[in-house]
């Protein structure tokens, strides 16, 4: 085969792939930015490794972030206000984001507060929480159009939830990481204002026991979760649940769990997308 015949055939590789990435992204119900961001993914593999953080800033008072705010992988934790330990709901956050805002190369260290709170659409690029506090990111937008992206990333030691889903929209994981985590990622079950047809897309991510759950939904709010490459590692008894549907409500009461696993309506995935190691 001559040098530009070959040089042909990479072209058409090259393409067919990205077709296929947009493809697999279309059928995940992925639009808009989030399609751009899933169509970077690297191959499924291991996990990348943990940044070192370079040098340490307290936080006394909530940061306001607007734009784009690049935290040069330094190490922010609470101080002052936001310097307790405590799991109460309803603490402040590390960062606050306007909608649209993007969060990224920021390590969140001990104490975390209440992480982050996207208050409309936001993307979360490479952010690692290193202690998780109440919550590592709550997405509060209240529009159906919202799309909350965290790609890449990684958080430890959950004791409940890593990110709260509350607001309305779309939220999708990508090249993410957890270990010794809750809940991957819930959406609110008694939230006094409640949004119906919620969804959350889990793709490309690593999951390392112990941990509950990876996602929990309300079925009767018609919320559905899409997994796809979730590797779970440690976790050989298969506990750690991949997919919870729940009866949400409105008053505050805990809700009921309804059943797990893949029902092809709201916990949308196969066996063969989860990879046990």
């Known amino acids: 085969m001559t040098a530009r015949a070959e040089q042909r055939v990479r072209h058409r590789r090259r393409v067919t792939t990205r077709r296929a990435a947009i493809a697999g992204a279309t059928a995940l119900g992925i639009t808009g930015a989030a399609i751009v961001t899933t169509t970077m993914l690297s191959p499924a593999g291991a996990a990348s490794s943990w940044p070192t953080a370079q040098g340490t800033k307290p936080v006394s008072s909530t940061i306001p972030v607007s734009g784009t705010y690049d935290g040069g992988y330094k190490r922010f934790h609470g101080a002052g206000e936001l310097g307790g330990t405590g799991q109460d709901e309803g603490q402040d956050p590390i960062f606050k984001l306007a909608d649209g805002a993007v969060l990224k190369n920021v390590i969140l260290g001990a104490p975390a507060a209440d992480g982050i709170h996207c208050m409309g659409s936001c993307t979360l690029q490479n952010v690692w929480w290193e202690d998780v506090g109440e919550d590592a990111a709550t997405f509060k937008g209240k529009s159906s159009s919202a799309v909350y992206t965290v790609h890449g990333g990684g958080a430890r030691k959950a004791d409940d ?84 549907r729940f009866q949400g409500n409105n008053t505050g009461k805990e809700p009921k769990e309804l059943g797990t696993g893949p029902d092809g309506t709201h916990c949308l995935y196969t066996a063969s997308d989860l990879i046990y190691k």
């Open 161 to 244: 939830k890593v990110f709260q889903f509350n607001g309305a929209g779309k939220l999708v994981v990508t090249e993410f990481q957890v270990s010794d985590f809750g809940k991957l990622v819930r959406t609110c079950g008694n939230c006094s204002t409640q949004y119906k047809n919620r969804q959350v897309i889990i793709n490309d991510v690593d999951v390392t026991a112990p941990g509950k759950s990876i996602v929990g939904i309300n079925a009767n709010f018609g919320e559905t979760a899409a997994l796809r490459n979730v590797r779970i590692h440690g976790d050989s008894g298969k506990k750690i649940k991949p997919c919870t």
